[in-house]
């Protein structure tokens, strides 16, 4: 069974603090790793993604990759009431040529004005 | 870049109808493109998956004679849902993907069944 599993929350943070957002996977053949944003009642956005382990930065976004830990983090630097939402953490499946991503449960992240 | 539209984006249908949901990549082509559905306080749920020119993946517990899916070109993929009941309502969204695994989701079609 090829599982995403993150913390469903709410997790609630105050604006400008930095908020931490964690996902293991399962399947030790993923290659592919991605966060999609999800506000209530709208469709899925990709926010970032990452291949390789360590960190990569865009913006105030930071995903971070532990291949080894099959842990991959999205970090949110100087939180705005804007990032309240529902973070989806999604793995491609590791089958060659299969384009095909497991998505995680979401963790539902609230910023306090 | 990687825009997806989906049309309709709400659409209300008596049981026993059928539904036709577009799905289109607007500023690229996509060989390959999902659709999902998702109920409340859930998350995305993979229905099939969709290959232009072939016949679609569905996956375990989908019934492919229900939820009739069409790719016949590189920015075109349908989804009918046919007789639809009340527990077809529910949120729709089809995703393409542009670079390697990206998938790029289109606004979502939100479906509910009189």
Known sequence: QKEVEQNSGPLS????????????YSDRGSQSFFWYRQYSGKSPELIMFIYSNGDKEDGRF???????????????????PSDSATYLCAVNIGRSGSEKLVFGKGTKLTVNP | GAVVSQHPSRVICKSGTSVKIECRSLDF???????????????????ATSNEGS????????????????????TLSTLTVT???PEDSSFYICSATAVAYEQYFGPGTRLTVT
């Not at chain 1, 400008?16 to 293991?24: E, K, P, R, V």
């Not at chain 2, 375990?60 to 790719?71: A, C, R, S, W």
Request: aromatic share 10%; charged share 15%; proline share 3%.
């Open chain 1, 13 to 24: 943070v105050p604006e400008g603090a930095i908020a931490s957002l964690n996902c293991t």
């Open chain 1, 62 to 80: 930071t995903a971070q990759l532990n291949k080894a830990s099959q842990y991959v983090s999205l970090l949110i630097r100087d939180s705005q």
């Open chain 2, 29 to 47: 082509q996509a060989t390959t493109m999902f659709w999902y559905r998702q109920f409340p306080k859930q998350s995305l749920m993979l229905m």
């Open chain 2, 55 to 74: 016949k679609a993946t569905y996956e375990q517990g989908v019934e492919k004679d229900k939820f009739l899916i069409n790719h016949a070109s590189l």
């Open chain 2, 83 to 85: 007789s639809a009941h």
